[in-house]
């Protein structure tokens, strides 16, 4: 159904195939050769490009822009779910950019069963990257060509996915963390982390905590935490009561220290090489 207000009308392409069933905002534009299939919702503003399959159910928030080739809504790549199968869908936040070829899945649990597949604010998700069903994503998060998450994977707000990396299932990664190129992890990568090899950390995210306004007392007790917690060789309980204790001083350091003790699959490991803990940083 076509909302009618005083706002602009939505414009729609000839070309372009609309379920009865979906709900396009004041604005919307919907190019050449796209579909939208079932109780899809598309808030103000939203642009599809051209050759957009979108599948419902499905909730895309206001000014979001999806290129050519995107696909939003299929069913999930999971053995357990067969065809017919009631799904929670997917849900994506405002001002989001799905590059070409984009893809989301839908989630493997019905409606009241598990969320959506989800997709923060502000997110900029590049050719070819992929969410897989169940992933969910917080606001501005970036990732890059080729980027693929798993199923059931979390990641948190202000993340950096960089190219050709791959998330396992069930991973987390935290706030403002950043992956390199290539990089896999089956294990969660920690808050304000950065990871350069496989299932490793290098170190601080000090270039993106400096840039996202952190105080500079606040990242001297982060690089105090890595350095007593992460540096050295401890059982889990003895690192998760160290960050617990620094984290009495500092709410960046809590962060850091409840993501820790809350991880199911454990943590990716530190690399020897502890170049990325920038420590002789002159603007750390």
Do not use: W
């Not at 000839?14 to 919307?28: K, R, Y």
């Not at 409840?258 to 603007?283: I, Q, Y």
């Amino acid at each position: 159904m076509l909302t009618t207000t005083d706002e602009p009308a939505a414009k729609i392409h000839p070309t372009a195939t609309i379920d009865p069933e979906a709900e396009l905002s004041p604005g919307v534009e919907v190019g050449p050769n796209c579909t939208i299939r079932g109780d899809v919702k598309l808030g103000r503003g939203v642009v599809l490009i051209a050759n957009v399959f979108l599948q419902g159910p499905l909730e895309v928030g206001e000014g979001t822009v999806m290129y050519p080739n995107v696909c939003v809504g299929f069913p999930p790549q999971d053995f357990k779910f067969k065809p017919g199968m009631a799904s929670a869908g997917v849900k994506i936040g405002s001002q989001c950019v799905l590059r070409e070829g984009m893809t989301i899945h839908q989630a493997s649990k019905a409606p009241g069963a598990g969320p959506p597949t989800t997709v923060g604010d502000r997110c900029f998700l590049m050719v070819q990257s992929h969410l897989g069903h169940d992933a969910r994503i917080g606001n501005d998060v970036v990732m890059c060509n080729g980027a693929m998450l798993a199923g059931h994977t979390e990641v948190g707000d202000k993340v950096t996915i960089s190219g050709n990396v791959a998330i396992h299932q069930f991973v987390r990664v935290g706030r403002l963390a950043m992956l390199s190129g290539l990089v896999a992890i089956s294990r969660d990568l920690p808050p304000f982390c950065i990871s350069g090899e496989r299932n490793t950390m290098h170190g601080l995210n000090q270039v993106g905590l400096r840039r996202n306004g952190v105080p500079r007392e606040e990242i001297t007790m982060l690089r105090r935490a890595f350095r007593e917690a992460f540096r050295v060789r401890l059982p889990r309980s003895e690192q998760n009561a160290i960050l617990a204790e620094l984290g009495k001083q500092s709410a960046h350091v809590r962060e850091l220290a409840e993501f820790c003790a809350a991880s199911k699959r454990g943590l990716v490991a530190v690399s020897a090489n502890h170049g990325g803990d920038s420590e002789s940083d002159p603007d750390a």
